[in-house]
């Protein structure tokens, strides 16, 4: 198959990014510039992001990334074969600036345009980095997300699992919050956690043993909150919580992809050679989190692809990938593509 070079433009949320990448699937593609301008410092009086102030940061910086992006990458407009962009599921003001850019380019350039659904473009970064053929499980855990899903090719996931509340990025940030850390929290607490008795505090563990694979975060956060208003609670007990806060985090998670696993394992009758778990979003960052993985897929025989912590958080490459892999199966979107808050990944539909 011939190689396609894509650009790719990302603003679904607090990352201001655009890429440029070379290749054809399974990948591994060739990632010839990646930008990401991140506003967590706008957003951190606040504890967490605010809408309206991602967006105008979008608007005044997005042209200037974009630029950057193709300056880095050594090519011109001229020389893409198409311009992806993040559609949704997003805070809507970002999605839309990413989108009528990726539009503009796409319109005044004469090249097809690429509605990418963030999600897939998650789902899809470790055949970016390391090329990977379907089907695997994926496990997708970030700020706004938490899902464990079967990937069975593109535009095709099914869910397993999801969380029925909160996702854990944002167990950790509302917990590093309580805490008085400062945003985003998961690093935060991770560092803190280093120095504590992650046996001090007895916190629950939500969910864990049902069935399904679902998830539930915000019982965990409340326990916390109560913990640091109760009495005895002072800085010097700080550092135990955030360890007992993230032991229960990771006992959680194992569970639920513990079940998945199984599902995952039913379906495909592949030897087990061939079961592979995806892991993608920025809480994949936390290395207590990546120590589990490790243990937990060589127990149950399950390969662990995990893209580096560059392409876990959100970034532009993910998204021209996406796109990238989109094109090579002939999916063009419109240029009236509309951007959308919500977008699950299993809707997507066969295509
Ligand atoms: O994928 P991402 O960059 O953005 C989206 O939410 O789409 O993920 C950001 C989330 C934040 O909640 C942040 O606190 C969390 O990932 N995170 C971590 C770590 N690094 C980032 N959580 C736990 N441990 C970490 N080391
Ligand atoms: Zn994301």
Same mark, same amino acid.
């Given at each position: =198959?011939?190689?396609?070079?894509?650009?790719?433009?990302?603003? !679904?949320?607090?990352?201001?990014?655009?890429?440029? /990448?070379?290749?054809?699937?399974?990948?591994?593609?060739?990632?010839? !510039?990646?930008?990401?301008?991140?506003?967590?410092?706008?957003?951190?009086? #606040?504890?967490?992001?605010?809408?309206?102030?991602?967006?105008?940061?979008?608007?005044?910086?997005?042209?200037?990334?974009?630029?950057?992006?193709?300056?880095?990458?050594?090519?011109? %407009?001229?020389?893409?074969?198409?311009?992806?962009?993040? @559609?949704?599921?997003?805070?809507?003001?970002?999605? =839309? /600036?990413? &989108?009528?850019?990726?539009?503009?380019? $796409?319109? @005044?350039?004469?090249?097809?345009?690429?509605?990418?659904?963030?999600?897939?473009?998650?789902?899809?970064?470790?055949?970016?980095?390391?090329?990977?053929?379907?089907?695997?499980? %994926?496990?997708?855990?970030?700020?706004?997300?938490?899902?464990? *899903?079967?990937?069975?090719?593109?535009?095709?996931?099914? &869910? #397993?699992?999801?969380?029925?509340?909160?996702?854990?990025?944002?167990?950790?940030?509302?917990?590093?919050?309580?805490?008085?850390?400062? #945003?985003?929290?998961?690093?935060?607490?991770?560092?803190? @956690?280093?120095?504590?008795?992650?046996?001090?505090?007895?916190?629950?563990?939500? *969910?864990?043993?049902?069935?399904?694979?679902?998830?539930?975060?915000?019982? &965990?956060?409340?326990?916390?909150?109560?913990?640091?208003?109760?009495?005895?609670?002072?800085? $010097?007990?700080?550092?135990? &919580?955030?360890?007992?806060?993230?032991?229960?985090?990771?006992?959680?998670?194992?569970?639920?992809?513990?079940? $998945? =696993?199984? #599902?995952?394992?039913?379906?495909?009758?592949?030897?087990?050679?061939?079961?592979?778990?995806?892991?993608?979003?920025?809480? @994949?960052?936390?290395?207590?989190?990546?120590? =589990?993985?490790?243990?937990?897929?060589?127990?149950?025989?399950?390969?662990?692809? *995990?893209?580096?912590?560059?392409?876990?958080?959100?970034?532009?490459? *993910? /998204?021209?990938?996406?796109?990238?892999?989109?094109?090579?199966?002939?999916?063009?979107?419109?240029?009236?593509?509309?951007?959308?808050?919500?977008?699950?990944?299993?809707?997507?539909? /066969?295509?």
């Amino acid at each position: =198959m011939r190689a396609f070079t894509v650009l790719g433009i990302e603003t !679904s949320c607090d990352e201001t990014a655009a890429a440029v /990448v070379r290749g054809h699937p399974p990948g591994p593609g060739e990632i010839l !510039s990646n930008i990401v301008l991140g506003q967590a410092a706008d957003h951190r009086p #606040y504890g967490g992001v605010v809408p309206e102030i991602a967006a105008r940061a979008h608007v005044e910086w997005l042209d200037g990334v974009i630029e950057r992006a193709l300056a880095d990458a050594g090519v011109e %407009l001229s020389g893409i074969d198409a311009v992806a962009a993040t @559609a949704g599921p997003g805070l809507i003001g970002g999605v =839309m /600036v990413g &989108l009528v850019s990726a539009k503009a380019l $796409a319109l @005044a350039a004469g090249k097809p345009l690429i509605a990418v659904n963030h999600l897939e473009a998650h789902a899809l970064s470790a055949r970016l980095s390391q090329g990977l053929e379907f089907p695997f499980l %994926l496990l997708l855990i970030s700020g706004g997300h938490c899902q464990l *899903m079967a990937a069975d090719g593109i535009g095709r996931y099914r &869910l #397993y699992g999801a969380t029925i509340d909160d996702a854990v990025g944002e167990a950790f940030d509302k917990t590093a919050k309580l805490l008085g850390l400062p #945003y985003p929290g998961g690093p935060q607490i991770e560092a803190l @956690a280093e120095r504590g008795n992650g046996r001090k505090f007895a916190l629950p563990r939500p *969910m864990l043993g049902r069935e399904d694979a679902d998830f539930s975060f915000s019982g &965990l956060k409340t326990a916390a909150r109560h913990i640091t208003t109760g009495a005895g609670f002072g800085p $010097a007990s700080k550092a135990d &919580l955030a360890a007992s806060f993230q032991n229960a985090v990771v006992d959680v998670l194992r569970d639920r992809i513990h079940v $998945a =696993m199984q #599902y995952f394992r039913t379906e495909y009758d592949y030897s087990n050679n061939n079961l592979k778990l995806v892991v993608a979003g920025g809480v @994949a960052a936390n290395c207590a989190i990546r120590r =589990m993985l490790d243990e937990l897929c060589g127990v149950e025989g399950f390969g662990l692809y *995990m893209p580096p912590p560059a392409l876990c958080t959100d970034n532009g490459a *993910m /998204v021209a990938w996406a796109g990238l892999e989109r094109l090579a199966c002939g999916l063009e979107d419109r240029l009236d593509s509309a951007p959308r808050a919500r977008w699950p990944l299993e809707t997507l539909g /066969v295509s």
